[in-house]
């Protein structure tokens, strides 16, 4: 009860006292201010890196899928080939054959390039093809690869 009683006296005699110094308004706003700035660049270090993993996320989707489409084929007319998709800063694809189709309006962020290309030709008649799905970033200065896979698959029925 005599520790209540001290700290009671300590805590009145500061609020009787006329206030803060302007060095004690000066140290706590300093303060108050390095911690706001960690937080801030916590804040945008996280916006930063949530972008980057939700665009491999997408990217590695969007490679996925292009080769499950090739896997699922049961024929395969022969041949090397090689396709592509443009995707804008929010992966909706966009609808033109050519870069130099692309409208003032629209802005191409991401390149999906998926290629077939004959592996080797086996002696019972079929084929073994790879196919590889690229997704590059363009956005930038330069190139960046946020996603490469790649698979294989046999064909027994090939017509050129």
């Not at 004690?24 to 960690?38: D, N, Q, R, T």
């Not at 189709?101 to 290629?115: H, I, P, Q």
Request: hydrophobic share 40%; charged share 30%; aromatic share 12%.
């Amino acid at each position: 009860m005599d520790l209540i009683r001290r700290i009671n006296k300590h805590i009145k005699g500061k609020l009787d006292a006329k206030g803060f110094s302007l060095l004690e308004i000066i140290i706590s706003v300093a303060a108050l201010s390095f911690v706001g700035v960690f937080i801030v660049q916590m804040f945008i270090s996280s916006s930063n890196l949530n972008t980057k993993a939700r665009n491999v996320d997408f990217a590695t989707s969007e490679a996925v899928t292009a080769l499950e489409g090739f896997k699922r084929l049961t024929l395969y007319d022969g041949g090397d080939a090689t396709t592509g998709k443009y995707y804008d800063k929010d992966w909706r694809e966009l609808e033109f054959k050519d870069l130099n189709e692309l409208n003032s309006s629209e802005e191409v962020y991401f390149v999906l390039k998926m290629s077939v290309t004959l592996e080797e030709e086996l002696e019972t008649g079929g084929c073994l093809y790879a196919a590889e799905a690229v997704v590059t970033d363009i956005s930038g200065d330069e190139d960046k690869v946020i996603a490469s896979l790649s698979t294989k698959k046999y064909f027994s029925d090939v017509f050129y």
